[in-house]
């Protein structure tokens, strides 16, 4: 239980909770150069609250990303401005572009597509 206590404390996912903290998150990202991924959410959704733990332990594997967690009922505006249909849905997101978008609770596949993303932004970085 004390490990569990001490992931909570850690927690890298940002929860979005506004479209004006959702804007300044994504233009701080984009000045930064920081690639960003985006879980869009449903308090109701099962398969989205199961993704949570992988996302979450997706946030402390790879420091350099900015993860966040947007609730779809909350920010219904974000949520229709990125074209969001179904949850859970995963954007990845490079320089304020969406490069890559995962619909569905894939664990395996998540995984894949950000070591792929991660890859792909370490030879954009030494070409």
Same mark, same amino acid.
């Given at each position: 239980m004390?490990?569990?206590?001490?992931?909570l404390k850690k927690s890298r996912v940002v929860k979005v909770?506004?479209?004006?903290s959702w804007d300044f998150l994504a233009t701080q990202a984009t000045n930064q150069g920081s690639p960003v991924v985006v879980h !869009?959410?449903?308090?109701?959704?099962?398969?989205?609250?199961?993704?949570?733990?992988? !996302?979450?332990e997706l946030a402390l594997s790879y420091q350099d990303i900015l993860f966040l967690? @947007?609730?779809v009922d909350e920010l219904?505006? @974000?949520a229709s401005q990125m074209e969001i249909k179904a949850m859970?849905? !995963?954007?990845?997101?490079?320089?304020g572009t969406t490069v890559d978008k995962l619909v569905g609770a894939n664990p395996d596949e998540m995984r894949k597509r950000i070591s792929d993303f @991660?890859?792909?932004?370490?030879?954009?970085?030494?070409?």
């Open positions: 004390e490990g569990h206590q001490e992931l909770d506004s479209k004006k !869009f959410t449903a308090s109701w959704c099962m398969p989205s609250l199961a993704m949570n733990p992988i !996302f979450e967690l @947007v609730d219904k505006v @974000v859970p849905t !995963f954007l990845l997101m490079k320089e @991660v890859y792909s932004i370490g030879s954009d970085k030494t070409s």
